[in-house]
Nanobody, 121 residues
């Protein structure tokens, strides 16, 4: 089994920034595709950002100009840099990862347990 552990969530004021991290461990599977999803209370889980095996990225419309996804292949880690945060960004953020062919989009096979991000004054 692959374990995904998120970190970096917390409380931030509107306009602030946070950087989320997700580290994979506990498996011989070499992860090559990663993504972030989020889910607010009463809302459907939605894709925030993804990075495919080939390095291509995609973003949800609501975060495209503000968030950046990146990865550290050597450490099996994915990051989400979140800038200009808004109250509507408040949600539980979930790491998603797996091994996939080039161009295969998320979701992937493994999920983290989530980290809370709250944007409030």
């Amino acid at each position: 089994q692959v374990q995904l552990v998120e970190s970096g969530g917390g409380l931030v004021q509107p306009g602030g920034s946070l950087r989320l991290s997700c580290a994979a461990s506990g498996s011989m599977v070499r992860i090559n595709a990663m993504a972030w999803y989020r889910q607010a209370p009463g809302k459907q889980r939605e894709l925030v950002a993804g990075i495919t095996a080939g390095g291509g990225t995609k973003y949800g419309d609501s975060v495209k100009s503000r968030f950046t996804i990146s990865r550290d292949v050597n450490h099996n880690t994915v990051y989400l840099q979140m800038n200009s945060l808004k109250p509507e960004d408040t949600a539980v953020y979930y790491c998603n990862a797996g091994r996939a062919g080039l161009g295969v989009e998320p979701p992937y096979d493994y999920w983290g347990q989530g980290t809370q991000v709250t944007v409030s004054s």
